[in-house]
Antibody, heavy 119, light 107 residues
Framework: QLQLQESGPGLVKPSETLSLTCTVSGGSISSSSYYWGWIRQPPGKGLECIGSIYYSGSTSYNSSLKSRVTISVDTPKNQFSLNLRSVTAADTALYYC???????????WGQGTLVTVSS | DIQMTQSPSSVSASVGDRVTITCRASQGISSWLAWYQQRPGKAPKLLIYAASSLQSGVPSRFSGSGSGTAFTLTISSLQPEDFATYYCQQGNSFPLTFGGGTKVEIK
């Protein structure tokens, strides 16, 4: 059974960089059929796609975040990562990693990790 | 960006009721639509993809329909475990976008 697990600091200071890693187990991140994505959810609010990456390194980012986001992949470790620069309180959210199918829906999700931006 | 609008934003229903949730896209997305269920404190769970295809393991009381700009999710007979928030998501173009959610509450 495929599993995804987010990890990283739960508290980030304003103007700093939020860094999260998603570890994939029970399957290979190098599968040719899938992208690997990041989605976030501010407390009590809806879902927002941040971006996604293919195992080859090809990326797609939400245009509203593109200037601050980098998603990278580490195939030997079966991991992919999110860096979000210059964070503000508006970036406080539950951050999920997920597997994105060729039909652009998300069929496997991590449990999510809460990141709070505060000094 | 394609905007996804769900209605209603919340619905109160009883066990056994039939519930229908609507999702509209700001432009045509063919059948590139998925539905998710999110229970409190949990990650979203994929229910329906390609507008009407049931994800493996999802009960058959869930069904989806529609194409173009108008879509529906129907729960034929609401069960206690179905009280949750439901989201639609378009997969036609980037950035992928979600609807605002519909909360199904106990009447």
């Amino acid at each position: 059974q495929l599993q995804l697990q987010e990890s990283g600091p739960g508290l980030v200071k304003p103007s700093e960089t939020l860094s999260l890693t998603c570890t994939v187990s029970g399957g290979s991140i190098s599968s040719s059929s899938y992208y690997w994505g990041w989605i976030r959810q501010p407390p009590g609010k809806g879902l927002e796609c941040i971006g996604s990456i293919y195992y080859s390194g090809s990326t797609s980012y939400n245009s509203s975040l593109k200037s601050r986001v980098t998603i990278s992949v580490d195939t030997p470790k079966n991991q992919f990562s999110l860096n979000l620069r210059s964070v503000t309180a508006a970036d406080t959210a539950l951050y999920y990693c997920a597997r994105q199918t060729s039909s652009n829906h998300f069929d496997y999700w991590g449990q999510g990790t809460l990141v709070t931006v505060s000094s | 960006d394609i905007q996804m609008t769900q209605s209603p934003s919340s619905v109160s229903a009883s066990v056994g009721d039939r519930v229908t949730i609507t999702c509209r896209a700001s432009q045509g997305i063919s059948s590139w639509l998925a539905w998710y269920q999110q229970r409190p404190g949990k990650a979203p769970k994929l229910l329906i993809y390609a507008a009407s295809s049931l994800q493996s393991g999802v009960p058959s009381r869930f069904s989806g329909s529609g194409s173009g700009t108008a879509f529906t999710l129907t729960i034929s007979s609401l069960q206690p475990e179905d009280f949750a928030t439901y989201y639609c998501q378009q997969g036609n173009s980037f950035p992928l976008t979600f609807g605002g959610g519909t909360k199904v509450e106990i009447k």
